[in-house]
């Protein structure tokens, strides 16, 4: 995760449509190959920018527990009861119940994420177009399945994260 966020920090910001694209599904597989074998993966010879973003994606879908783990699906889920006078410190209380690698882990990636944002702009990937491309990537049900009614939901939980980063991973 960190090389890749890495290369998309530096060659990925000021892309149009980052994370909206899609890339060729073989050398995706040969890429997911690459990593999970221990192979070194140099995206700048590649040079694909897109190939390095769906990688990020799908790295963070295939894991076998969400990153926002199982435990705080009904939380996330429910999370618009909470009143947006609470929300910071509720997300702060979530983040912190996370386990140590999840909590890690998340904040370089909402960091990262917070920056595509700020290029917003250029790459049209505001707070919002992020969490409906991450949203399901970070949280998902038990049963792999991800229901209409828990999609909104948890778009909105991670645009809400998004917003308030800079407060919740203080």
């Known amino acids: ?7 998309l920090s530096e060659q990925g ?7 909206r694209r899609s890339a060729n599904v073989t050398l995706v597989k040969e890429t997911q190959l690459q ?4 192979a070194t993966v140099n995206f700048r010879e590649m040079e694909d920018v897109h190939l390095a973003a769906v ?12 990153l926002l783990t199982y435990q705080l699906y009904n939380d996330i889920v429910n999370f ?15 983040m912190e119940s996370l386990p140590e690698e999840n909590n890690v882990s998340l904040r370089y990636l909402i960091s990262f994420l917070a920056q595509v944002s700020a290029n917003s702009e ?21 049963d792999n399945a991800m229901s209409l009614s ?6 909105n939980f991670t645009r809400i994260l998004l ?8």
């Open 163 to 170: 917003d308030h980063q800079h407060l919740v991973f203080t």
């Open 13 to 19: 910001l000021e892309i149009e449509g980052i994370f």
């Open 55 to 66: 990688i990020l994606k799908t790295f963070l879908r295939e894991l076998p527990e969400p």
């Open 122 to 142: 250029v790459n049209k990937m505001t707070n919002s177009n992020l969490a409906v491309v991450f949203g399901p990537n970070l949280l998902w049900g038990r």
């Open 80 to 94: 618009s009861s909470v009143p947006t006078d609470s929300q910071v410190e509720q997300l702060k209380t979530l």
């Open 150 to 155: 828990a999609i909104g939901p948890i778009n």
């Open 35 to 38: 990593y999970n074998s221990g």
């Open 1 to 7: 995760m960190r090389d890749t966020i890495n290369f």
